[in-house]
C-alpha cells in the first residue's frame, strides 16, 4: 500500500492537488491511503518550504506547485 500526502495548510492550490491526486489514485486502481498535512512542523520535516507538495512513500515529488493529472499518475504508479 502506497503513502501519499498531501502538503499544505489548505490554501486553493493545496485543494486542487488533493482532488487530482486523489483522481489520479482513482483512475490507476491504487491501494494506497492519501493524507493531508496542515501542520507546519511536519510540512518542514520534509524539507518542504513551497507548498502544496505531493509526498509518496515518504520521497517529495514535487513541492511549489500542482501537477497536470497525467503527471500525477506518472509520479503515483
Do not use: F, H
Not at 31 to 58: F, H, W
Request: overall charge positive.
Amino acid at each position: 500500500m502506497k503513502d501519499v500526502k498531501i502538503l499544505g495548510p489548505g490554501c486553493p492550490k493545496c485543494q486542487e492537488l488533493m482532488k487530482r491526486t486523489q483522481a489520479a489514485v482513482q483512475e490507476l486502481g491504487l491501494n494506497c491511503r492519501v493524507e493531508k498535512v496542515t501542520d507546519i512542523q511536519q510540512i518542514t520535516s520534509y524539507g518542504v518550504m513551497i507548498t502544496p507538495a505531493l509526498v509518496v512513500d515518504g520521497r517529495v515529488k514535487v513541492s511549489g506547485k500542482v501537477p497536470s493529472l497525467d503527471d500525477l499518475r506518472k509520479m503515483l504508479s
